[in-house]
């Protein structure tokens, strides 16, 4: 998990003795091993994860774009553990790193009948160059130890708890740092926000913020990763349906594609006229309320769209087309939840022009990502 607990007694005790004598380990489950009556209501303020059904991240790592993106899906999964079963909920993680899928991993929670959220493993592929690599990180309660702690019910200053904390497999420690903080959400100010510090195996230091309502919202490792959530599912969603002039231009974005590839010059001219014409449309109070990464993107990709156009270079054109459709369908999403369907037209159309330039490994990625996407369904459903 870049983002369980102790496997008897003994290991308890251990964990005490490592925190200092201002902190309470509250992650006990080796003692007294919690209720799961409803396991799958998942709906701890600081960590709404039956809620919260769609997250977009975005940030840096080591100075490259970072976007994770985080759904519900529909299925439950039940884990055998310590001679019962608790039914827990699945999400999907995914993380792009400069466009290039680098880890899919399928997580599995639960909440007790005290509104503690713990976690039960994860099912995790690395990836390099669109293609499995490895399964690092992977684990699962029962198999191979107790579930983690995610989130206490009531976190206070100086608890310590353990996502994660399988011997000689994966380990994280976290202490509260303060429940009093703000930070700056998509729709202004978030108060009440949870700063965690994280310890994990490998002696690396996250920063941790969980915001109420969202769950964990930011993650810092200083010099190598900030990313932090720009939309989530229902928080953000803006109306029922996309506006008519931003369906036309993922439309028209989609026909560039075309036009670029039958070297239709003329014809390319006057749509990329039109596609400014559809945002311009969109409307300046309707931009002006959407999340603004998504706005920037969109204005790029339109403006560099236009200067290629206008050199008439097709394959460029073609290239950013598609760019252009994608950071529309992030748009999208924010009206009618993600739109996967589309999203996979695009990236069908992309692979095309990767498959032309025999870039094997970017056809992989494409590939890769798009059958992420088909396992997924649109959580607003």
Not at 282 to 288: C, D, L, P, S, W
């Amino acid at each position: 998990m870049r983002r369980t607990l102790a496997v008897g007694v003994a290991a308890a005790a251990l964990m005490f003795a490592s925190a200092s004598s201002a902190s309470l380990v509250v992650d006990d489950v080796g003692i007294r091993p919690p209720d799961f009556s409803e396991p799958t209501t998942v709906d701890n303020p600081l960590a709404p994860l039956s809620q919260v059904v769609h997250a977009v991240s975005l940030g840096e790592d080591h100075g490259t774009p970072l976007r994770i993106e985080t759904t519900l899906l529909p299925e439950t999964k039940s884990i055998r553990w310590k001679g019962g079963s608790t039914e827990v909920i699945v999400s999907q993680y995914f993380a792009l790193v400069g466009g290039e899928l680098v880890e899919v991993t399928y997580d599995w929670y639960a909440q007790d009948d005290d509104g503690n959220v713990w976690y039960f493993g994860e099912d995790v592929v690395n990836y390099k160059d669109g293609k499995p690599a490895n399964d690092h990180g992977s684990w699962i309660t029962g198999t191979d130890g107790p579930p983690g702690m995610l989130m206490p019910a009531d976190p206070q200053v100086g608890d310590v708890f353990h996502p994660e904390n399988i011997p000689g497999l994966v380990y994280e420690e976290d202490r509260v740092i303060s429940t009093t903080e703000t930070i700056k959400g998509p729709q202004g100010p978030i108060d009440g926000v949870l700063e965690v510090r994280e310890e994990r195996k490998d002696g690396t230091v996250e920063k941790k913020y969980w915001a109420p309502g969202y769950g964990e919202f930011r993650a810092v490792t200083p010099g190598e990763e900030d990313v932090s959530i720009v939309f989530t599912l229902p928080n953000e969603i803006q109306s029922d349906g996309s506006p008519f002039a931003l369906t036309e231009l993922q439309q028209h974005a989609a026909g560039a594609f075309d036009l670029a590839r039958d070297a239709r010059t003329e014809d390319l001219g006057d749509l990329a006229i039109t596609m400014f014409e559809d945002w311009r449309a969109y409307g300046a109070a309707e931009q002006a309320i959407a999340i603004k990464p998504y706005v920037k993107a969109v204005d790029d990709a339109l403006a560099r769209l236009a200067r290629v156009v206008a050199t008439r270079d097709t394959e460029a054109s073609a290239q950013l087309a598609i760019e252009l459709e994608l950071a529309v369908l992030d748009i999208m999403a924010t009206h009618d939840g993600p739109p996967d369907d589309l999203r996979i037209d695009a990236l069908e159309r992309r692979r095309i022009l990767e498959d032309e330039a025999d870039d094997r490994a970017a056809v992989a990625n494409t590939k890769a990502l798009i059958e992420v996407l088909q396992d997924r369904e649109n959580p607003i459903d």
